[in-house]
Nanobody
Framework: QVQVVESGGGLVQPGGSLRLSCAASGSMIRINTMGWYRQAPGKQRELVASIGRGGTTNYIDSVKGRFTISRDNAKNTVYLQMSSLNVEDTAVYYC??????????????WGQGTQVTVSS
């Protein structure tokens, strides 16, 4: 079984920074793409940023230049460095891991979510 656990959320003032971390553990062959999603109240969950195993990254337009996604394959960990935060970034942030399981099938695993609140 694979577990995905996020950490690093919290309350920050507009213009501030936060760093989210997400670690995957358990039996698996490897993790392919890892991504950060967010869901604000009353809105659909959206992909914020993703990173491939080789380091290729993608971002939604609203966070380009402010957020940076990175990963450590040896630790099965992905990070999201968030800067110049604004109130529109307030949401629950979820980590996703596209895992190649021990049975050689691909499966998505999700973390429990971490709250990010941007407020003065």
């Amino acid at each position: 079984q694979v577990q995905v656990v996020e950490s690093g959320g919290g309350l920050v003032q507009p213009g501030g920074s936060l760093r989210l971390s997400c670690a995957a553990s358990g039996s698996m062959i490897r993790i392919n793409t890892m991504g950060w999603y967010r869901q604000a109240p009353g809105k659909q969950r959206e992909l914020v940023a993703s990173i491939g195993r080789g380091g290729t990254t993608n971002y939604i337009d609203s966070v380009k230049g402010r957020f940076t996604i990175s990963r450590d394959n040896a630790k099965n960990t992905v990070y999201l460095q968030m800067s110049s935060l604004n109130v529109e970034d307030t949401a629950v942030y979820y980590c996703n891991a596209d895992v190649l399981t021990m049975s050689w099938s691909r499966r998505d695993y999700w973390g429990q979510g971490t709250q990010v609140t941007v407020s003065s």
